[in-house]
């Protein structure tokens, strides 16, 4: 079922299933976000849990048992329920269930609330360890983002706009090995702040920038200054995408802690990148903030 949420400058739509985002308007009615297309992308902003990206192989190995692993975890494909809504602001709840102990076998309780604030959007993670040992997972956010906004414009005119210098480059998605290739760094593909977007530069999936001093990034279109600004406090790294080889007219800005299979990583779930882990009763809260520019 679609929710939506309204203030006086932006109103965003929520599926249920996967308490995904499927819209972001501001005061004007343009839209923001990518609107699914099963011929292109059926998604268009799914939250990753309790994994980001694929496992090595599609298995990985908690507590000497092998578990298959669907793409960025199961919230996606699951089913939530409303906790509490307003007329600004909503809450979906999901909790483990037969389903996803097949695939991951903890006890945990998930919340994806979205609130505006003066046409900002929040979306909230929280994770909450509702077991009796350690919960450990890795949480990532997906939002693709309409690229080009107005007609008349192209892919290549817009940029990603890193809100600090960054001096560090990237990791490249090695697609025969299906994994990041962590040998070294691609080299900053821009001035430091700013990276001119291009298919070619998407044609090898995500490009991934795992120490990345900045918190926040924008996708702009240089001489009109329109485009979005993405906030992610609580996330470490930040990755880009999109289906480059459809000349998709989006690109996703992916802030995650952990990745896909890393060419330095075994099948082992705690041995993954950027490892979250709650003990009984302790929760954690992820903000991702999307502004409209």
Known sequence: ?????????????????????????????????????PAVWANC???????????????????GSWYEMPLHGFLKVSQFQVVSQSSDQITFGLSDSDFTRTMYPFAFR??????????????????ANTGSKDLPYFIGTHPGFVC??????????????FEKEESTGFRAFD?????????????FPGDGRRIPLSYELLSNDAIWFDKPVSRAVSIVHPASGHGVKVEYPDYETVAFWTAADKKAPYVCVEPWNGSAACSDEDHE???KNHLQVLKPEEEKRYRLIIKYL
């Open 1 to 37: 079922m679609i929710y939506t949420i309204k203030d006086s400058k932006a109103s965003a739509s929520i599926d249920s299933l996967g308490a995904q985002l499927i819209s972001y308007k501001d005061q004007g009615g343009k839209e923001y976000i990518w609107q699914r297309d």
């Open 45 to 63: 902003s799914p939250i990753l849990f309790p994994a980001v990206g694929r496992v090595k192989d599609g298995r990985t190995l908690i507590e």
């Open 110 to 127: 998930f919340e994806a609330c979205y609130s505006l604030t003066d046409g900002a959007l929040t979306m909230e993670c929280r994770v």
């Open 148 to 161: 080009p906004l107005e007609e008349g414009q192209a892919f290549e005119d817009y940029v990603i706009e």
């Open 175 to 187: 697609g025969e090995h299906m994994q990041f290739d962590m040998t070294g760094y691609k080299p």
């Open 269 to 271: 779930f705690l041995h």
